[in-house]
């Protein structure tokens, strides 16, 4: 599959301990020599302008173009940011040479005197990933845990295994870093993508794995990294299909196209793990006879998302996103899945009546 080669000639190009180490303390000596000389200091980063992110139909192509960020100046970032940067990229040479793991939380929390807010410290740590042009995994800084696996799979982690079709309506909390877990299918014929949480428990509650088999992943939200890379091997290593359930509104197609194309937001490593899943809801004709009670009208923000998700290649350039984008913007108005009555056999009916099993390419498009 293309977008598993892609994933395979990314991971070929990881840097090791050393390499990163000697790469901060180059950038450091250039940073102190330019102060020495009375020249503002400047570093380069992976650049997220046009001409270097390439979106198509097939997904999104980070190039080689690094921009160029100075400490003062015309063109340069606030002396404030600069420095919270160099701060980030201090406190990632420890972590890696001492050879720690923390998460993301620990991390802003060691620096909370400098930063005024958790997205403050992501926003530069995201810089620092763009500079180094390396996994986070291997900066040993991990997102907190953010998803849960149930069904018809097992989970090896380290001495424990854990038979997911055992577990209560949680499911089984999948770390930040899913590098030392691995997956085992008990029959599994698809992987279901669910966007949040609440709608995971209500599946999980009524063990919708009894009636077709599968692997249900949440991702609570937008998903992190680690989520995303657990979808993509599961999708690889059983080889079945992945189907994804989402909320009617631009927010949940523009989460399922996270999982499909990943996101060029966090360099080359944002779209390294994808999966090729397939929209399994909610659509139009799946909502349109839903009692008006339940949909609410849009927001400004849902607009302006509709025009920026009909302005992406991948969904221009495949009609049935791009029809069921324009329809929703037209109607202008949006529902939860909660508000679908007898949510699991909505699913049940969907998955059987679409026949993923037995002709999975026939729906390659939706």
């Given at each position: 599959?293309?977008?598993?080669?892609?994933?395979?000639?990314?991971?070929?190009?990881?840097?090791?301990?050393?390499?990163?180490?000697?790469?901060?303390?180059?950038?450091?000596?250039?940073?102190?020599?330019?102060?020495?000389?009375?020249?503002?200091?400047?570093?380069?980063?992976?650049?997220?302008?046009?001409?270097?992110?390439?979106?198509?139909?097939?997904?999104?192509?980070?190039?080689?173009?690094?921009?160029?960020?100075?400490?003062?100046?015309?063109?340069?970032?606030s002396t404030l940011k600069f420095s919270k940067v160099i701060q980030v990229l201090s406190l990632v040479y420890k972590i890696v040479k001492e050879g720690q793991r923390v998460?993301?939380?620990?991390?802003?929390?060691?620096?909370?005197?400098?930063?005024?807010?958790?997205?403050?410290?992501?926003?530069?740590?995201?810089?620092?990933?763009?500079?180094?042009?390396?996994?986070?995994?291997?900066?040993?800084?991990?997102?907190?845990?953010?998803?849960?696996?149930?069904?018809?799979?097992?989970?090896?982690?380290?001495?424990?295994?854990?038979?997911?079709?055992?577990?209560?309506?949680?499911?089984?909390?999948?770390?930040?870093?899913?590098?030392?877990?691995?997956?085992?299918?008990?029959?599994?014929?698809?992987?279901?993508?669910?966007?949040?949480?609440?709608?995971?428990?209500?599946?999980?509650?009524?063990?919708?794995?009894?009636?077709?088999?599968?692997?249900?992943?949440?991702?609570?939200?937008?998903?992190?990294?680690?989520?995303?890379?657990?979808?993509?091997?599961?999708?690889?290593?059983?080889?079945?299909?992945?189907?994804?359930?989402?909320?009617?509104?631009?927010?949940?197609?523009?989460?399922?196209?996270?999982?499909?194309?990943?996101?060029?937001?966090?360099?080359?490593?944002?779209?390294?793990?994808?999966?090729?899943?397939?929209?399994?809801?909610l659509h139009w004709f799946d909502v349109k006879d839903v009692d008006a009670k339940h949909f609410k009208k849009f927001s400004q923000k849902d607009k302006q998302v509709c025009?920026?998700?009909?302005?992406?290649?991948?969904?221009?350039?495949?009609?049935?996103?791009?029809?069921?984008?324009?329809?929703?913007?037209?109607?202008?108005?949006?529902?939860e899945l909660e508000s679908i009555e007898d949510l699991k056999q909505f699913v049940v009916d969907k998955i059987l009546k679409k026949k993923f099993f037995s002709n999975r390419?026939?729906?390659?498009?939706?």
């Open positions: 599959k293309q977008w598993y080669q892609r994933r395979v000639a990314i991971t070929a190009g990881d840097a090791d301990a050393p390499a990163i180490l000697s790469k901060i303390e180059h950038l450091i000596v250039d940073i102190a020599c330019s102060l020495s000389r009375n020249e503002s200091p400047k570093y380069t980063l992976l650049s997220k302008r046009r001409s270097n992110v390439t979106h198509s139909a097939d997904g999104i192509t980070l190039g080689e173009e690094r921009s160029e960020v100075e400490m003062f100046g015309r063109n340069g970032v998460t993301q939380r620990d991390a802003y929390y060691s620096l909370s005197m400098i930063f005024t807010s958790q997205n403050d410290f992501n926003n530069c740590f995201n810089d620092v990933l763009r500079i180094l042009d390396v996994p986070r995994r291997h900066l040993g800084v991990f997102a907190a845990p953010k998803g849960s696996i149930a069904g018809s799979v097992k989970v090896l982690h380290g001495t424990e295994d854990i038979d997911c079709l055992l577990l209560g309506k949680s499911g089984y909390e999948l770390p930040g870093d899913p590098g030392n877990l691995k997956f085992e299918s008990l029959g599994a014929r698809y992987i279901l993508v669910v966007e949040k949480d609440a709608v995971f428990k209500t599946l999980c509650e009524k063990v919708i794995w009894n009636e077709v088999p599968c692997v249900m992943i949440t991702g609570r939200g937008y998903p992190g990294l680690a989520i995303r890379e657990v979808v993509s091997r599961c999708e690889h290593d059983f080889n079945i299909p992945v189907l994804g359930l989402f909320d009617y509104n631009p927010h949940g197609l523009q989460i399922f196209l996270t999982y499909r194309f990943g996101s060029a937001r966090m360099g080359r490593e944002g779209i390294q793990h994808t999966a090729n899943i397939q929209w399994l809801g025009d920026s998700l009909l302005s992406q290649p991948f969904v221009n350039q495949n009609h049935r996103y791009f029809n069921e984008v324009a329809q929703m913007k037209r109607h202008s108005v949006k529902l390419d026939q729906y390659a498009e939706l």
